[in-house]
């Protein structure tokens, strides 16, 4: 069974344009979240998505936006980006319709660095 | 003060030591993930407990429900295990995972 899949794996932007980042989940699986890890703050959780409704959110502009298709495939997008935008971001899926309260797999990570 | 708290942050140990990490949390939760993330990024969900104790080969990981506390612990501990190591918990209230700050291990041969 193939394992979480981000596209792509490292990217370089300037300041003020947009990325999509993707996310393929465990196949079967249809709950992802995302996640932004920087050195200051860790780890934190962006939002969930389950069945391609966003079921969850957490403490982030409204720069940062995502959906999830139909396949459950995932994008997250983040729009006019700033230097403190420069993160690893990582997804996780799950298998179970409780989503995060279940094990979690994650992917290898995008590696987001503006200038 | 987070929800989430580890200790020690940094942890350097001689091949062969037992290895503790400790995480304890302050809200109602449903699940503790310890997670294994080594240079490069990649993360690896280790375990993922709501009562108890699991073990995983070296791994063992408990929980004290009561106390709100787990334990992260290595036996025989080897070089490969450096990594830093992530305590989450997906909170009662919302479902959401709030992540410790990690605990950087390195294991010396």
């Known amino acids: 069974k193939a394992g979480v899949t981000q596209t792509p794996r490292y990217l370089i932007k300037t300041r003020g344009q947009q990325v999509t980042l993707s996310c393929s989940p465990i196949s079967g699986h249809r709950s992802v979240s995302w996640y932004q890890q920087t050195p200051g703050q860790g780890l934190q959780f962006l939002f969930e998505?389950?069945?391609?409704?966003?079921?969850n959110k957490g403490n982030f502009p409204g720069r940062f936006s995502g959906r999830q298709f139909s396949n459950s495939r995932s994008e997250m997008n983040v729009s006019t980006l700033e230097l403190g935008d420069s993160a690893l971001y990582l997804c996780a899926s799950s298998d179970l319709a409780r989503g995060t309260g279940t094990e979690a797999f994650f992917g290898q990570g995008t590696r987001l660095t503006v200038v | 003060k987070n929800e989430v708290e580890q200790s020690p942050q940094n942890l350097t140990a001689q091949e062969g030591e037992f290895i503790t990490i400790n995480c304890s949390y302050s809200?109602?939760?449903?699940?503790l993930h310890w997670l294994q993330q080594h240079p490069g990024g990649g993360i690896v969900s280790l375990f993922m407990l709501s009562s108890g104790k699991k073990k995983h080969g070296r791994l063992i990981a408990t929980i004290n429900i009561q106390e709100k506390h787990s334990s992260l612990h290595i036996t025989a501990s080897h070089p490969r295990d450096s990594a830093v190591y992530i305590c989450a918990a997906t909170i009662n209230r919302d479902d959401k995972i709030i992540f410790g700050k990690g605990t950087r291990l390195h294991i010396l041969p």
């Open positions: 809200v109602g939760i449903s699940a």
């Open positions: 998505y389950f069945s391609e409704t966003q079921r």
